[in-house]
């Protein structure tokens, strides 16, 4: 019976069990919102594509401000 109650007080393993449930948490997240993510990331480099070809109009073959 000591055993037993020596094991139901036992904390060792408590930090393992938190950072893999965050893990799975996170994981779950990732899969439920895996499209939105891919839109939000999608929009946000043709943003840059786009504005990038706004800066290089401003400037010269040699990387110089046109004026």
Do not use: H, P
């Not at 109650?5 to 904390?11: G, T």
């Not at 997240?29 to 401003?58: C, R």
Request: hydrophobic content about 50%; overall charge negative; glycine content about 12%.
């Amino acid at each position: 019976m000591q055993v037993y109650r020596q094991f139901l007080e036992d904390e060792a393993g408590m930090g393992t069990v938190e950072v893999i449930l965050i893990m799975v948490v996170l994981v779950g997240l990732v899969v439920i919102f895996k499209k939105q993510m891919g839109d939000l990331v999608k929009k946000i480099f043709q943003k840059i594509n786009s504005d990038s070809g706004t800066i290089l109009s401003y400037m010269g073959g040699d990387g110089t401000l046109l004026s």
